[in-house]
């Protein structure tokens, strides 16, 4: 898989019926290994070995209901008083991020009302804290750690 703008991991990968899987340690399952889901276990990992993000409040594809649609997130962390405080849309390396990429995780957020999103295709990352009483966002340097945010 290509090589991410993210620390290196070590992953179970194993391949089966000629595709490769690799183990999802939020999920604790062998999912499909796209290019996607390869983001999204860097950017996983990253998040809970270098910013020290606890796993256990993290979800994996959560579903919602939006307009009454169902909607998926790409991954939802919570505060230890089980309250959604952030939304992280992946891509695939070679996708562009985008205004219609933040439109998308915006959307989202109507319905989860968090106070921080990151996109990333793992060559870029975006990390915004949302004001919503000013109805405005704060793009951040870099991916806080968690007990920087959250109390």
């Not at 898989?1 to 620390?7: C, D, E, H, R, T």
């Not at 989202?108 to 990390?127: P, Q």
Request: aromatic share 14%; proline share 4%.
């Amino acid at each position: 898989m290509k090589s991410l703008n993210l620390p290196t991991y070590s992953f179970n990968i194993k391949l089966i019926e000629q595709r490769k899987y690799i183990f999802d340690f939020i999920r604790k399952k062998f999912v499909i290994l796209t290019p996607e889901e390869w983001v999204r276990q860097n950017f996983l990992r990253f998040l809970v070995e270098e910013k020290k993000y606890p796993a256990s409040l993290i979800a994996v594809e959560m579903e919602f209901k939006l307009n009454k649609l169902s909607k998926r997130s790409d991954a939802v962390v919570y505060n230890k008083q089980s309250k959604p405080f952030l939304i992280i849309e992946f891509k695939a390396p070679e996708v562009k991020i985008d205004q219609k990429v933040f439109d998308q995780i915006a959307r989202y957020n109507m319905k989860l009302n968090v106070d921080y999103l990151i996109v990333s295709n793992g060559l870029d990352h975006f990390c915004c804290k949302i004001n919503a009483e000013n109805n405005d966002y704060l793009f951040l340097k870099d991916v806080p750690e968690f007990n920087q945010i959250v109390l």
